[in-house]
């Protein structure tokens, strides 16, 4: 088994800026893929970002050029650094652990941008 705990969200303004971090515990195995996903009211959850426990990154075209995904692997620890912040992306964030075909999923963090 594998606990998330994710930080970090909050209220921002648009154009502003926040950092999520997510720590993962218990049974961690190299070769694991972290990330982040959203979800917002009415919609599906959908990829955000993620990275492999080799630094290989993979972003969603909306969260190109403003989000940044990276991690620290002695921590078991994935970021993401959200920076032109727009409203449309209000939405849950969950952290995401995933080895061969289980996924893991954190409880969530609330990240709303007012205009």
């Known amino acids: 088994q594998v606990q998330l705990v994710e930080s970090g969200g909050g209220l921002v303004q648009a154009g502003g800026s926040l950092r999520l971090s997510c720590a993962a515990s218990?049974?961690?195995?190299?070769?694991?893929?972290m990330g982040w996903y959203r979800q917002a009211p009415g919609k599906q959850r959908e990829l955000v970002a993620a990275?492999?426990?080799?630094?290989?990154?993979n972003y969603a075209n909306s969260a190109k050029g403003r989000f940044t995904v990276s991690r620290d692997n002695a921590k078991n620890t994935v970021y993401l650094q959200m920076n032109s912040l727009k409203p449309e992306d209000t939405a849950v964030y969950y952290c995401?652990?995933?080895?061969?075909?289980?996924?893991?999923w954190g409880q969530g963090t609330q990240v709303t941008v007012s205009s």
């Open positions: 990275i492999t426990s080799g630094g290989a990154t």
């Open positions: 995401n652990y995933k080895i061969v075909f289980t996924n893991y």
């Open positions: 218990g049974s961690i195995f190299s070769g694991n893929v």
